[in-house]
């Protein structure tokens, strides 16, 4: 184990949202549902960093060759709480490597996002154009992608050159 995971994850576990519990009619509650989605839908872009609201820095985790697999395994899932806590979740492959996942997932502090009360919001890296995906061989499109490349034929015009 290296010597400042249990710090590490300390922090993580410091970081988590703390919820204070308010009693509410439904009747409030679905109209500050209602509220929040259509400030989020008019919202621009959002202001604020993952890691403004939580306090943490991506500079301060180690990086990926100084942590064994076990090491990585119980950041990722301290971080994944701590998303929790916030609202937030990321969507990763499951066949994704432990090591691009904890750099996702760290990277994902640098990632500027809204913070919710009601619902999740859903950090997703996949742009759904294979080739530029940073899950590169991960990737959840790829079968999709090259099912896609095999119907092409060397007689399909390009969309520029379409006639209509």
């Not at 509650?29 to 993952?50: A, G, K, L, R």
């Not at 432990?98 to 996002?113: D, H």
Request: contains cysteine; proline residues 8%.
């Amino acid at each position: 184990m290296h010597p400042y995971l249990p710090y590490l994850v300390a922090d993580i576990k410091a970081a988590h949202r703390i919820h204070k519990h308010s009693v509410k009619s439904s009747h409030q509650t679905i109209e500050n549902n209602f509220e929040e989605v259509i400030h989020w839908m008019e919202s621009d872009e959002p202001q604020h960093t993952f890691g403004y609201f939580c306090g943490l820095e991506s500079v301060n985790f180690p990086p990926t060759n100084q942590l064994s697999l076990k090491d990585l395994k119980i950041v990722c899932e301290a971080f994944h709480e701590m998303m929790f806590s916030w609202n937030l979740d990321i969507d990763l492959p499951e066949q994704l490597p432990l090591p691009l996942a904890y750099k996702i997932l760290v990277n994902s502090l640098n990632s500027k996002t809204n913070i919710v009360d009601n619902g999740f919001i859903s950090m997703d890296s996949c742009p759904g154009y294979a080739p530029d995906c940073i899950f590169k061989e991960y990737c959840p499109c790829l079968d999709v992608w090259h099912l896609f490349e095999d119907e092409e034929s060397p007689n399909d015009l390009p969309d520029d050159e379409l006639l209509f």
